[in-house]
């Protein structure tokens, strides 16, 4: 008989992630509802935001609840199916949680969603450059920052999954890309594997200067992920009218507060800054998605995967991208 096993959030954990911030408890599979099917979890989607869901802070989404299965994206198999157009071993999208079987039904942009068959590329491409990392990349550069040829790109968080995808997407729209990572190992790998104008190490002492020396004319753009003093350098490097798109901040999601900004800058400089989310992406998503898969089987965007193995260790992964041990899209294998 298949076991469910679950990850319940126990209590709201305090900086790093552990599995004493959850139970585990194990049950049986669920049945498929009029509407909804039942899938078992193959990958877990890691993302910063699994550890803002823990917070109880105002969010884009309510707070996970305590006793409540840890909400997640993931790559899942029909395994019954009670709604139209699915079948048993349909591979599909959605909000499987930290849970071997899940009920899944359409809805929003997050919402279950069918990995298109006969792609040429491996399912869960379509949970990172082909799904939602890659898609937050494309809205953010294209829809939000609108990058075009003439102008230089800065991205933060350069060699994540949304980062390495962000900074490729504005080379072949013809910018001038610069990456900021942490250390000179993924600063010249920014260079070297995803075709970067330069990538600066923001651990280096002389951050500044790099990042100075790599911005000649200043920059237009910013796809900014990381927050703090990083996204305050990097501002500092923009001209006048220049584009901002506010991705995410990672630097403060393991923390309590926020952080303070000069908005001084941003005023004398007429910049232009947006915030966006996923989670108005659902009309474009279909055609970003496609977009970014011929670039990725045309070989003009390398995405890489690092894959942890085991349910009960997505607590444990998900502390690796608050140490940056991850390259591109963090995965845990559940089945
Ligand atoms: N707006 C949206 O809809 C949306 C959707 C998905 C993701 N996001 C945002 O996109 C960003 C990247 O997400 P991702 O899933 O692609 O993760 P990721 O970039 O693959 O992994 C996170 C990376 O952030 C860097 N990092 C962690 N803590 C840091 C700190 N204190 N200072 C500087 N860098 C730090 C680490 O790289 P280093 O080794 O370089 O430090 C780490 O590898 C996050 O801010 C996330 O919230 C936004």
Redesign the pocket.
Same mark, same amino acid.
């Given at each position: 008989m298949p076991v469910n096993r679950q990850l319940k959030l126990a209590r709201r954990p305090e900086g790093r992630v552990s599995l004493e911030d959850f139970t585990v408890e194990e049950g049986a599979p669920p049945q498929a509802p009029d509407g909804a099917v039942v899938a078992r979890t193959l990958f877990l989607s890691v993302?910063?935001?699994n550890r803002v869901w823990m917070k109880d802070v105002p969010q884009y989404m309510p707070p996970v609840a305590i006793g409540e299965v840890m909400r997640s994206g993931g790559l899942a198999e029909v395994v019954q199916s009670n709604l139209e157009g699915y079948a048993p071993g349909d591979l599909v999208f959605g909000m499987t949680g930290w849970q071997d079987y899940s009920v899944l039904k359409p809805g929003g942009a997050l919402g279950l969603a069918k990995i298109p068959s006969g792609s040429g590329l491996a399912p869960e491409k379509f949970l990172g450059v082909c799904g939602?990392?890659g898609v937050?990349a494309w809205a953010?550069m294209i829809e939000v920052a609108q990058v075009g040829p003439g102008d230089t790109a800065i991205v933060?968080?350069?060699?994540? *999954?949304?980062?390495s995808a962000a900074g490729q997407i504005a080379k072949i729209k013809g910018a001038r890309v610069i990456g900021i990572?942490?250390?000179s190992e993924?600063a010249r790998k920014l260079v070297d594997d995803y075709g970067f104008d330069a990538g600066v190490d923001?651990r280096a002492e002389n951050f500044r200067v790099q990042l100075k020396a790599a911005t000649p004319d200043g920059a237009d753009v910013l796809f900014e992920?990381?927050g703090?003093e990083?996204m305050e350098a990097a501002i500092s490097r923009l001209n006048p009218r220049g584009r901002v798109a506010l *991705?995410?901040?990672? *630097?403060i999601?393991n923390g309590k507060g926020g952080t303070r900004y000069d908005w001084a800058p941003i005023m004398a400089k007429r910049l232009k800054v947006q915030g966006?989310?996923?989670?108005d992406c659902a009309e474009l998503w279909p055609r970003a998605a496609r977009e970014l898969a011929g670039w990725v089987r045309d070989g003009k965007i390398k995405a890489e995967e690092t894959i942890v193995d085991g349910l009960t260790n997505a607590p444990e992964a998900l502390n690796m991208?608050?140490d940056?041990?991850?390259v591109?899209?963090?995965l845990v294998r559940v089945a």
């Amino acid at each position: 008989m298949p076991v469910n096993r679950q990850l319940k959030l126990a209590r709201r954990p305090e900086g790093r992630v552990s599995l004493e911030d959850f139970t585990v408890e194990e049950g049986a599979p669920p049945q498929a509802p009029d509407g909804a099917v039942v899938a078992r979890t193959l990958f877990l989607s890691v993302d910063p935001t699994n550890r803002v869901w823990m917070k109880d802070v105002p969010q884009y989404m309510p707070p996970v609840a305590i006793g409540e299965v840890m909400r997640s994206g993931g790559l899942a198999e029909v395994v019954q199916s009670n709604l139209e157009g699915y079948a048993p071993g349909d591979l599909v999208f959605g909000m499987t949680g930290w849970q071997d079987y899940s009920v899944l039904k359409p809805g929003g942009a997050l919402g279950l969603a069918k990995i298109p068959s006969g792609s040429g590329l491996a399912p869960e491409k379509f949970l990172g450059v082909c799904g939602p990392n890659g898609v937050t990349a494309w809205a953010g550069m294209i829809e939000v920052a609108q990058v075009g040829p003439g102008d230089t790109a800065i991205v933060t968080a350069a060699a994540g *999954s949304v980062g390495s995808a962000a900074g490729q997407i504005a080379k072949i729209k013809g910018a001038r890309v610069i990456g900021i990572a942490g250390g000179s190992e993924k600063a010249r790998k920014l260079v070297d594997d995803y075709g970067f104008d330069a990538g600066v190490d923001y651990r280096a002492e002389n951050f500044r200067v790099q990042l100075k020396a790599a911005t000649p004319d200043g920059a237009d753009v910013l796809f900014e992920n990381v927050g703090g003093e990083i996204m305050e350098a990097a501002i500092s490097r923009l001209n006048p009218r220049g584009r901002v798109a506010l *991705s995410g901040m990672i *630097s403060i999601y393991n923390g309590k507060g926020g952080t303070r900004y000069d908005w001084a800058p941003i005023m004398a400089k007429r910049l232009k800054v947006q915030g966006f989310n996923l989670i108005d992406c659902a009309e474009l998503w279909p055609r970003a998605a496609r977009e970014l898969a011929g670039w990725v089987r045309d070989g003009k965007i390398k995405a890489e995967e690092t894959i942890v193995d085991g349910l009960t260790n997505a607590p444990e992964a998900l502390n690796m991208l608050f140490d940056g041990a991850n390259v591109g899209k963090l995965l845990v294998r559940v089945a």
